[in-house]
Antibody, heavy 121, light 110 residues
Framework: QVQVVQSGAEVKKPGAAVKVSCKTS????????FHWVRQAPGQSLEYMGW????????NYSPRFQDRVTITRDTSASTVYMDLSSLGSEDTAVYYC??????????????WGQGTLVTVSS | QSALTQPASVSGSPGQSITISCSGT?????????VSWYQQHLGKAPKLIIY???DRPSGISSRFSGSKSGNTASLTISGLQPEDEADYYC??????????FGSGTKVTVL
């Protein structure tokens, strides 16, 4: 059974950065891709980017290209998402979603519980 | 990348069927069979219910079905049940390449 556990809620001031972690188990880490998706209060899902578990290749959505960095630690089966220059519009729940390829390409098969990031002065 | 267009809300009585549309472009929905659907109950993480336009993951009820025509994908829920009340989102892989989500549809069981 794949488990995806994210780090706890964060409160940050405008201009600061946040780092959210996502630890997975139950599936071969290097055979997966890991995606980050956010959801502002009352809003839809918004795609941020991915990292390939095996080779560490990344791809970022154009909207976040300049502010987001996704990394991984294969020894810890953990993925990290760094978002810099935070503004109030970045207040959202951030989700880590795992693509195991069990259903083929391009699906978010398992999701973490979400991490609430609040940006407030 | 603009969000895919979904109706804001759809409702139905128990036992009825409802359909949710997801309109995109030739650069996303129309480009590949890489459309998936997610169910999100209030306060919970999304859950994959349809992948590759019309396939169901293991354990997902056959009451959920998907299809696509041109740049528009659709999710149909047959035999609507109270537990189907949730938000539903489509997602598509794009030519960029990246992913784009739909605007979301709130399903209400009357």
């Amino acid at each position: 059974q794949v488990q995806v556990v994210q780090s706890g809620a964060e409160v940050k001031k405008p201009g600061a950065a946040v780092k959210v972690s996502c630890k997975t188990s139950g599936y071969a880490f290097t055979n997966c891709a890991f995606h980050w998706v956010r959801q502002a209060p009352g809003q839809s899902l918004e795609y941020m980017g991915w990292i390939i578990g095996g080779n560490g290749n990344t791809n970022y959505s154009p909207r976040f290209q300049d502010r987001v960095t996704i990394t991984r630690d294969t020894s810890a089966s953990t993925v990290y998402m760094d978002l810099s220059s935070l503004g109030s519009e970045d207040t959202a729940v951030y989700y880590c979603a795992v693509e195991t390829y069990i259903n083929g390409c391009c699906n978010f098969d398992y999701w973490g519980q979400g991490t609430l990031v609040t940006v407030s002065s | 990348q603009s969000a895919l267009t979904q109706p804001a809300s759809v409702s139905g009585s128990p036992g009825q069927s409802i359909t949710i549309s997801c309109s995109g472009t030739s650069a996303d929905v129309g480009a590949y069979r890489r459309v998936s659907w997610y169910q999100q109950h209030l306060g919970k993480a999304p859950k994959l219910i349809i992948y590759n336009v019309s396939d169901r993951p293991s354990g997902i009820s056959s009451r959920f079905s998907g299809s696509k025509s041109g740049n528009t994908a659709s999710l149909t829920i047959s035999g609507l049940q109270p537990e189907d009340e949730a938000d539903y989102y489509c997602s598509s892989y794009t030519t960029r390449p990246t992913y784009v989500f739909g605007s979301g549809t709130k399903v209400t069981v009357l």
